[in-house]
């Protein structure tokens, strides 16, 4: 669900973004509990489908740049009220890794998620197992866990305070793992969200994670799309103790809702075949 997978934009999970309309009053959400935070965060319009374009900015401890594209679409498949998030996404440039596609079926419920990761020079698709599902996508600081939405029912939240976050009243909302299975399978031990009170985006979070490592996301720019709210500018930072480690940045452009988009597009054999 968004408000754990630190509001990455929705074609991440995102990765990566949505949210309810501006018009809904500050007082409907007044008085609301944690959990009903959550479950409206949960909730939001994400759209039936999206196309975007993407960039990837990698920087690393030397704050030295590097720069990928991607172009991204996912669909929502199956019953209304229970629906899964199928997502492609190829990176386009550059040439080193140009074609290398991922696709990811984020089911809902307990199913665990399936992925697979398609690399050129090899000329076949890879399965991610769960245990590397902790490891970092393509050398950013989202991991393949980020990639997919989490379940709401293996978390306990705690409604901490409220406060002003650029310009906008936020609910910080802390979320604990109910099992060392979830913690192993995330990678993040407890996690920190930022909530905007009067669209339920989640606008900064921090992870905390083994060894003293944190990741800190901050949605830099957020914009409506055909109603839709999407994080369209995300930092996530990864520290060890006070020391910057790495940060990527990911930037949104060209974002399309609810287009056709054919079920096949989302296959292993469209994944090999590629753009």
Do not use: C
């Amino acid at each position: 669900m968004n408000a754990i997978t630190h509001a990455i934009p929705r074609v991440f999970k995102s990765l990566l973004a949505t949210g309810l309309m501006m018009s809904m009053s500050w007082t409907i959400q007044a008085g609301l509990t944690a959990d009903e935070i959550v479950a409206q965060v949960d909730a939001v319009d994400k759209g039936n489908t999206s196309r975007s374009q993407m960039q990837m900015i990698l920087i690393d401890d030397k704050d030295r740049q590097r720069t990928r594209d991607l172009l991204s679409t996912t669909k929502m498949m199956g019953p209304e009220d229970n629906q899964d998030e199928y997502k492609l996404i190829f990176f386009t440039a550059p040439s080193n890794v140009k074609d290398t596609g991922f696709l990811t079926y984020d089911y809902t419920g307990d199913k665990e998620d399936d992925q697979w990761l398609y690399l050129p020079a090899l000329g076949k698709s890879k399965r991610i197992p769960a245990a590397d599902k902790t490891s970092a996508f393509m050398g950013s600081d989202f991991t393949y866990a980020d990639m997919t939405e989490r379940n709401i029912n293996d978390y306990t939240y705690k409604l901490m305070q409220e406060k002003e976050v650029a310009g906008h009243m936020t609910w910080l909302l802390e979320a604990t793992p109910k099992s060392q299975k979830v913690i192993d399978n995330t990678g993040y031990t407890k996690s920190y969200m930022f909530i905007r009170q009067d669209n339920f985006m989640v606008v900064q979070a921090l992870h905390l994670m083994p060894d003293n490592y944190r990741k800190y996301m901050t949605v830099r720019e957020l914009e409506q799309i055909d109603g839709i709210w999407v994080a369209t500018d995300v930092e996530m930072k990864t520290t060890l103790g006070k020391v910057r480690q790495h940060t990527t940045i990911l930037k949104l452009s060209d974002v399309q809702f609810n287009q056709p988009v054919s079920d096949e597009t989302f296959t292993l054999r469209q994944l090999e075949k590629g753009l």
